[in-house]
């Protein structure tokens, strides 16, 4: 009876250090991606065909990829402001504003990128155009070492007066994605 007993806990700690291992792995393998996707955004539009773009939008994107903008802050005429949900963009709409910003110069540089979770990690990005500079921050959920959602941040300091409640947010939001698609593989258990 001793020895199953030692058998069930060495078999959950095996379990339990591969998930580890597996979600290192899928993290590295995406932030490669990320990093080779980024690389093509130098500044200039002449220095990687429009095959091999595609082939990095390939690698780093899931099939199934949703990112949800920010939502739009209106401030009405009474001064008072607010607050306007933006419609989820699809893979394909994400490719064509990509392919945009590639073609017009645009250089992309990667601020940081923090894993926040198990498959969540919290990306910030520099954009540069001409005179035009701006970031965006993003945080992604991975699946299949590919971005499936990912969820625009608004570091406004009115959006973040006490709190960074949007990252939180989104990190839960990733937490009930992967609620969903538990189960529907054979490696989860």
């Not at 739009?72 to 990509?98: C, H, M, N, Q, W």
């Not at 073609?103 to 910030?124: E, N, Q, W, Y």
Request: aromatic letters at 10%.
């Amino acid at each position: 009876c001793q020895c199953s007993h030692k058998f069930t806990i060495a078999s959950k700690a095996t379990t339990t250090t591969t998930n580890q291992q597996h979600s290192t792995t899928m993290s590295y393998q995406f932030e490669l991606a990320l990093r080779q996707y980024i690389a093509a955004f130098d500044g200039t539009n002449n220095n990687i065909s429009p095959a091999e773009f595609k082939s990095r939008f390939d690698n780093l994107y899931h099939k199934d990829f949703t990112f949800r903008p920010k939502d739009g802050k209106i401030v009405g005429k009474d001064g008072f402001t607010a607050v306007k949900s933006k419609d989820p963009l699809t893979r394909e709409e994400v490719y064509e504003k990509e392919a945009r910003k590639l073609a017009s110069g645009t250089k992309v540089t990667l601020i940081h990128f923090r894993k926040i979770g198990l498959d969540c990690v919290d990306i910030k990005l520099g954009l540069a155009n001409g005179e035009e500079e701006s970031t965006i921050r993003v945080v992604t959920t991975i699946t299949a070492k590919q971005a499936v959602v990912s969820r625009e941040i608004d570091e406004s300091p009115e959006s973040n007066l006490f709190f960074p409640k949007k990252l939180v947010e989104a990190k839960c939001e990733s937490a009930v994605y992967k609620w969903k698609e538990f189960g529907q593989y054979q490696t989860n258990m």
